[in-house]
C-alpha cells in the first residue's frame, strides 16, 4: 500500500502563491503516474495536474502557465509538488494528492485546504 500526506494549503490573497507537497510511503517503489486534484463543495472533483511516471506532466487548461508539477524521487522517499502562482479566488478548493501503484491501485490523501481572497 502506498500512503499520502499533503502539506502546504493556506490563506493567500489573489496573486499570491503557494506550494503543496504531497509525501508519500509505504510502496513507494511501486508509484507510477501521480496527479493533484481539486474540489470544491457540491461540485465534482477535477484533475489539476499530474506527472507521469516517465516524467510526463499535464495541466487542465484553467492552471496552464501558473501551475507547475514536480517530484522528488528517491529509494527512500516520493514527494510530489505543485507550485501556484498568480492565484485567483476561483483557485480556493480542497486539493487532493492521487497516486497509483504498479497493480493500478488508487491511492489519495487526505487533502489541503487552499483558500484565495480577492
Known amino acids: 500500500q502506498v500512503q499520502l500526506v499533503e502539506s502546504g494549503g493556506g490563506l493567500v490573497q489573489a496573486g499570491g502563491s503557494l506550494r503543496l507537497s504531497c509525501a508519500a510511503s509505504?510502496?513507494?517503489?511501486?508509484?507510477?503516474?501521480t496527479g493533484w486534484y481539486r474540489q470544491v463543495p457540491g461540485k465534482q472533483r477535477e484533475l489539476v495536474a499530474s506527472?507521469?511516471?516517465?516524467?510526463?506532466?499535464?495541466?487542465a487548461d484553467s492552471v496552464k502557465g501558473r501551475f507547475t508539477i514536480s517530484r522528488s524521487r528517491d529509494n527512500a522517499k516520493y514527494t510530489v509538488y505543485l507550485k501556484m502562482n498568480d492565484l485567483k479566488p476561483e483557485d480556493t478548493a480542497a486539493y487532493y494528492c492521487?497516486?497509483?501503484?504498479?497493480?493500478?491501485?488508487?491511492?489519495w490523501g487526505q487533502g489541503t485546504q487552499v483558500t484565495v481572497s480577492s
Open positions: 492521487q497516486t497509483r501503484d504498479d497493480r493500478r491501485f488508487e491511492y
Open positions: 506527472i507521469s511516471s516517465g516524467g510526463s506532466t499535464n495541466y
Open positions: 509505504g510502496r513507494i517503489f511501486s508509484i507510477t503516474a
